[in-house]
């Protein structure tokens, strides 16, 4: 029974794990620009990070090992040094981004410029990384990350026309603006296949104390938590459709995208676009600070948990006390955050060779993974995948220089 | 065919004392060559230097220049004699404790020097 608990928490925490600045940034704006049109690369995204994460976790249920240990051991130190090098420069620029969205709600809610929000709102993750345990911060967030179900009763409200919707969800060609089309369509690949989210996946599962006796659990968390993410996601599209692409707005910053539930939900819809976008960064925040801290620290076999005493773990504690901090420093000096957010997913995108093209060999192990290696569905969907990322990195850096911001 | 595969199964290994800390990865084997008699694997490497020169003299040169910029003289790392090994598993016990190890220089001076001087950090478990 409890593991059914479990099951609904995960479910949750996937919600709130899901819908973070890039996604929110990246499908608003896929929606004022092409209307319903690119609601399948939001589709391709889900079911590709679903994929991935029930992957990983199945591996560290399995080998008691997190993705980040395999990567080391099986691949040795020189070749561990890539994913590593990746990993850091891309979820270091998606940590900026996402303390720069609680910054940009904050500067919203008070007035305040956001630039002057980033150190407080560093500290406050500081703080709670130090004294909260891994339960607080995985539960904790993905409650209060809830609140962004408001995106699906601000899409139903404004009616959309399902066929239509339904016609988005098919994979189309753009008829004009063919780069723009495309860049927009890497970013939402970006935001939604994100190496912190399967790098951290992995490592909770052994903080949890997952088993074999997991794997169940695990499916239904990987499964139903990105359905529901990914559908707030395509929410957030169709609410952009509505509102901003009938008057030609082009999102270029995050006030404008409070629009999207204003409109429909008036003065309530912008109260909780805030805080939507104030907690679901916030939580963010903390998971991508801990995937580094903990690619670091199983990379290099150092003491690592966030249930220990930071004195236990010196090295980990140190980890994410520098980059929470360091992070701030792009907003503190006032890069616009949603710029930061846009270059932040297309170089997400071109990094996910390194982190998925390994996995093809970890999950085909039965070394690690006993009886559980992968099947045909899964392999596929992982030699799938892999071109995808292969096809990002070739796509990601003529994009942004023809099409970005 | 019994046996265990250095490469495999003991490079790049985690590393736990024998009170379960993790001290690290195996980032060298050394064999130990006499006059006379068989080599025979001798030494466990902990420690930034033996990580470097896996990846390559670029690396080493890197790291060379980092540690003169920041003013780093003495190398930190361990040489374990494989005769210290309790256990291989999943990660590889050995007969020592981190406290008394070259390489957890740096994790005991985070400890004692910054982490131990906020409040909170002391204890356990949390």
């Given at each position: 029974m409890k593991k059914w608990g479990e099951v609904a928490l995960g479910v949750v925490t996937s919600i709130g794990g899901f819908l973070e600045v890039g996604s929110i940034a990246t499908s608003t704006q896929a929606g004022a620009e092409f209307?319903?049109?690119?609601?399948?690369?939001?589709?391709?995204?889900?079911?590709?990070?679903?994929?991935?994460?029930?992957?990983?976790?199945?591996?560290?249920a399995v080998s008691q090992r997190t993705y980040a240990d395999l990567l080391r051991e099986r691949?040795?130190?020189?070749?561990?040094?890539?994913?590593?090098?990746?990993?850091?420069?891309?979820?270091?620029?998606?940590?900026?981004?996402?303390?720069?969205?609680?910054?940009?709600?904050?500067?919203?809610?008070?007035?305040?410029?956001f630039s002057w929000w980033a150190i407080p709102v560093a500290l406050l993750g500081w703080a709670?990384?130090?004294?909260?345990?891994?339960?607080?911060?995985?539960?904790?967030?993905?409650?209060?990350?809830?609140?962004?179900?408001?995106?699906?009763?601000?899409?139903?409200?404004?009616?959309?026309?399902?066929?239509a919707v339904g016609r988005g969800l098919l994979p189309s060609m753009p008829r004009d603006d063919r780069a723009r089309y495309w860049y927009l369509a890497v970013s939402i690949l970006g935001a939604s296949i994100s190496p912190y989210l399967y790098l951290f996946?992995?490592?909770?599962?052994?903080?949890?104390?997952?088993?074999?006796?997991?794997?169940?659990?695990?499916?239904?968390?990987?499964?139903?938590?990105?359905?529901?993410?990914?559908?707030?996601?395509?929410?957030?599209?169709?609410?952009?459709?509505?509102?901003?692409?009938?008057?030609?707005?082009?999102?270029?910053?995050?006030?404008?995208?409070?629009?999207?539930?204003?409109?429909?939900?008036?003065?309530?819809?912008?109260?909780?676009?805030?805080?939507?976008?104030?907690?679901?960064?916030?939580?963010?925040?903390?998971?991508?600070v801990l995937?580094?801290?903990?690619?670091?620290?199983?990379?290099?076999?150092?003491?690592?948990?966030?249930?220990?005493?930071?004195?236990?773990?010196?090295?980990?504690?140190?980890?994410?006390?520098?980059?929470?901090?360091?992070?701030a420093v792009p907003v503190a000096i006032?890069?616009?955050p949603l710029t930061l957010t846009n270059v932040a997913m297309v170089a997400t995108a071109a990094s996910l060779p390194v982190t998925v093209i390994p996995l093809f060999v970890l999950m085909n192990d039965g070394d690690i993974l006993l009886k559980h290696t992968n099947g045909w569905l899964s392999n596929g969907a992982l030699v799938f995948i892999a071109l995808l990322s292969v096809v990002l990195l070739v796509a990601a850096v003529p994009l942004q220089l023809l099409a970005g911001g | 065919m019994g046996g265990v595969n250095l490469a495999h199964d003991v490079l790049d290994a985690q590393l736990v004392d024998h009170r379960q800390e993790k001290i690290g990865r195996v980032d060298a084997l050394l064999l130990e060559l006499e006059d006379g008699r068989p080599p025979r694997v001798a030494t466990i490497v902990i420690g930034g230097a033996a990580?470097?020169?896996?990846?390559?003299?670029?690396?080493?040169?890197?790291?060379?220049?980092?540690r003169w910029l920041f003013r780093q003289r003495a190398e930190h790392v361990s040489r374990i004699p494989f005769?210290?090994?309790?256990?291989?598993?999943?990660?590889i016990e050995l007969d020592v404790d981190e406290r008394s190890l070259e390489s957890e220089h740096l994790e005991q001076w985070l400890k004692e020097r910054v982490i131990c001087r906020i409040p909170g950090a002391e204890g356990e478990q949390k």
């Open positions: 209307g319903y049109r690119l609601a399948w690369v939001l589709v391709l995204g889900t079911l590709s990070l679903g994929f991935l994460m029930e992957m990983t976790g199945r591996l560290a691949f040795g130190y020189r070749f561990f040094l890539l994913p590593l090098a990746a990993v850091l420069v891309v979820s270091f620029l998606v940590l900026a981004s996402e303390i720069g969205g609680v910054s940009i709600a904050l500067q919203m809610a008070t007035g305040i410029s709670l990384l130090w004294r909260g345990t891994f339960g607080i911060v995985e539960k904790g967030t993905a409650l209060l990350g809830l609140v962004a179900i408001v995106f699906a009763v601000g899409a139903l409200k404004l009616h959309p026309a399902w066929p996946y992995s490592a909770g599962a052994i903080e949890d104390g997952w088993t074999i006796e997991h794997l169940g659990v695990n499916r239904v968390t990987a499964g139903l938590g990105n359905l529901f993410g990914g559908g707030l996601a395509v929410c957030s599209l169709i609410a952009a459709a509505l509102v901003l692409a009938p008057r030609e707005i082009r999102v270029d910053r995050y006030e404008q995208i409070a629009m999207v539930l204003a409109s429909p939900l008036g003065r309530a819809g912008f109260v909780l676009f805030l805080a939507t976008l104030c907690i679901t960064c916030f939580g963010s925040t903390l998971e991508i995937a580094l801290a903990y690619t670091m620290a199983q990379g290099f076999g150092w003491n690592w948990s966030e249930n220990l005493k930071p004195g236990k773990d010196a090295r980990f504690a140190t980890t994410y006390t520098v980059l929470i901090l360091l992070a006032g890069l616009n | 990580r470097a020169r896996r990846v390559g003299p670029w690396f080493v040169a890197l790291r060379r220049a980092l005769d210290k090994v309790r256990r291989i598993g999943d990660s």
